[in-house]
Nanobody, 123 residues
Framework: QVQLVESGGGSVQAGGSLRLSCAAS?????MGWFRQAPGKEREGVAT???????SYADSVKGRFTISKDNAKNTLYLEMNGLKPEDTAMYYC????????????????????WGQGTQVTVSS
């Protein structure tokens, strides 16, 4: 059983920055950030393996950076240049069984989820 607790969401103006954190109860090979806006499907923002291999959605490349502190079992998402279209509930997810599939950023592949943290970007 993996427990995930997110923090760091909030409201910012366009162009601003936020840093999300996710504390995991145990070590996992694959962790990621997903988001879901009202009326839209959940999408994979970024995922990272324990070897540091990361994968990003095209919409956030160059603006968001995912990182993981393996010693602390903590996942981060540094978000810069935020846009109104980034507004969504952001979820941390993990799955110890994923390795090669980690980079596909498929929500259906992840078995453990946090409660979510809201990010709101105003224009």
């Amino acid at each position: 059983q993996v427990q995930l607790v997110e923090s760091g969401g909030g409201s910012v103006q366009a162009g601003g920055s936020l840093r999300l954190s996710c504390a995991a109860s145990v070590y996992t090979n694959c962790m990621g950030w997903f988001r879901q806006a009202p009326g839209k499907e959940r999408e994979g923002v970024a995922t990272i393996r324990s070897d540091g291999s990361a994968s990003y959605a095209d919409s956030v490349k160059g603006r968001f950076t995912i990182s993981k502190d393996n010693a602390k079992n903590t996942l981060y998402l540094e978000m810069n240049g935020l846009k109104p279209e980034d507004t969504a509930m952001y979820y941390c997810a993990a799955d110890p069984s994923l390795w090669f599939a980690c980079g596909r950023r498929s929500p259906e592949s992840f078995g453990y989820w946090g409660q979510g943290t809201q990010v709101t970007v105003s224009s």
